[in-house]
């Protein structure tokens, strides 16, 4: 394992029955390494594993297998800046083995994968312009064991920042753009059907933190700036509005 490590790289925790999952990358001889943290019966074991160019890490559990997304560039094929693959392994194995190339980056690299869900398995992700203007949000779901991906779907353009929250089988995604003097906040609600609900707000936020659902409502945690330097408010809870889904 490297010899220090820089949390800003660290992946989310994934946590199941008692079994946890963590990543953090850091560079060697000018490839990537992951400092694989891992959880079982009660003991955590750490393991240095070689993932080559990859830039993004995340991580789901399901009863009996791990799931792991990672964005990294294609070494084979065409020119392509990062791509996003998923791979899998069931619970007591050690060897990842690769399930899928979800998307092909090409020009318009993907950025940030997010697990969400449980038996609703939703993976998030966002995709840059070749120049780096236009961010754009998309999902797809994924079953438990990594074999079976469904439909991507997009979500929303704007998205500098986004969160993502999953319950049962409702689904809903912030999205916010940082932009200046204004910015747009765009709430995003799915119930597994084809069409997506949206709602768009112009804020004076500073950053997005999270956002969660609260039986009725979708709360959106953000960044609001202070209005004088002494002042210590720095987070509020900013935003609810009614859930639509049944």
Not at 63 to 81: I, K, Y
Not at 218 to 241: E, Q
């Amino acid at each position: 394992v490297g010899d220090s490590l820089d949390s800003m790289q660290m992946s989310a925790l994934a946590w199941r029955d008692g079994r946890a999952r963590l990543a953090v990358l850091y560079p060697r001889e000018g490839w990537t390494y992951g400092a694989m943290y891992s959880l079982d019966n009660g003991v955590w074991s750490a393991r240095a594993e070689h993932l080559r160019l990859t830039t993004y890490v995340d991580f789901s559990l399901s009863p009996t297998h791990d799931l792991m997304a990672v964005v990294r560039p294609s070494e084979d094929g065409p020119s392509d800046v990062s791509s996003l693959y998923l791979y899998g392994k069931r619970a007591e194995d050690s060897v990842w083995a690769q399930k899928v190339r979800i998307v092909v980056g090409g020009d318009h690299p993907v950025h940030e994968p997010i697990f969400n869900g449980d038996s609703l398995r939703v993976l998030s992700w966002v995709r840059a312009s070749e120049d780096g203007a236009h961010w754009d949000a998309w999902f797809a779901t994924v079953d438990a064991h990594g074999d079976s991906v469904g439909r991507i779907t997009y979500i929303s353009p704007g998205a500098i920042e986004m969160a993502v929250a999953v319950r049962g089988a409702h689904q809903v995604w912030a999205i916010h753009d940082r932009g200046r003097p204004t910015a747009l906040l765009r709430v995003i609600e799915g119930n597994g059907s084809a069409a997506l609900g949206s709602k768009v707000a112009m804020t004076a936020y500073a950053g997005l933190v999270g956002v969660a659902i609260a039986r009725n409502r979708v709360v959106v945690v953000a960044s609001l700036p202070s209005s004088h330097p002494r002042d210590p408010r720095v987070i509020s809870v900013l935003h609810t509005h009614s859930w639509r889904c049944p």
